[in-house]
Nanobody
Framework: QVQLVESGGGSVQAGGSLRLSCVAS????????MAWFRQAPGKEREGVAS??????NYADSVKGRFTASRDDDKNSLYLQMNSLKFEDTAVYYC?????????????????????WGQGTQVTVSS
C-alpha cells in the first residue's frame, strides 16, 4: 500500500501564493503517474495538474497560475500556486498510480488514480 502525505495548505488572501508538497511512502519514478486534485464544498473532485515523464497537464482554470513539479529522488510532488483566487478554495489531494511502462499520461480523471492522500485545506479570502 502506498501512502501519500500532503502539506503546505493554509489561508491566504487573493493574489497570494502557496506551495503544496506531497511525499510518497515508496519510490516514485518514471513509472508513476502523479497528479493534484481538489474538492470544494458541495462540488465533485476535479483534476488540477498531472505530471508524468516529461509531460504536464493543467486544468484550464489554473493554467498560467499553478505549476506542478516532482522530485523522484525525494519521492515528492509539488504544486506552486500563484495569483490565488477565491474560487481556488478547496481541499487539495495528491494522487498516484503505478504503470507498467513510463508514464506519459496527462489524465486528470479521478478514476485513473489508485492512491490518494488525506488532503490539505487551501482557503483563499477575497
Amino acid at each position: 500500500q502506498v501512502q501519500l502525505v500532503e502539506s503546505g495548505g493554509g489561508s491566504v488572501q487573493a493574489g497570494g501564493s502557496l506551495r503544496l508538497s506531497c511525499v510518497a511512502s515508496t519510490h516514485t519514478g518514471s513509472r508513476v503517474c502523479m497528479a493534484w486534485f481538489r474538492q470544494a464544498p458541495g462540488k465533485e473532485r476535479e483534476g488540477v495538474a498531472s505530471i508524468g515523464l516529461r509531460t504536464t497537464n493543467y486544468a484550464d482554470s489554473v493554467k498560467g497560475r499553478f505549476t506542478a513539479s516532482r522530485d523522484d529522488d525525494k519521492n515528492s510532488l509539488y504544486l506552486q500556486m500563484n495569483s490565488l483566487k477565491f474560487e481556488d478554495t478547496a481541499v487539495y489531494y495528491c494522487a498516484a498510480v503505478f504503470t507498467s511502462t513510463n508514464c506519459y499520461s496527462r489524465s486528470l480523471q479521478v478514476g485513473d488514480y489508485r492512491f490518494w492522500g488525506q488532503g490539505t485545506q487551501v482557503t483563499v479570502s477575497s
